[in-house]
């Protein structure tokens, strides 16, 4: 994997939750992103 100085495999993660956010329902995100719980989705 290629290193990103100032960025980690979390930030992309997050990125990718946050835009995904705004195009999907939150179900379905929760799906996407391999949450068992809802609220993980919802709080991160």
Known sequence: MAKLDGFSARDFRHRFGY???E???LH?????????????????
């Open 19 to 21: 835009v995904m956010a």
């Open 23 to 25: 195009r999907t329902s």
């Open 28 to 44: 379905r995100l929760a799906q996407i992103m391999g949450h068992d719980n809802l609220n993980t989705t919802l709080y991160i």
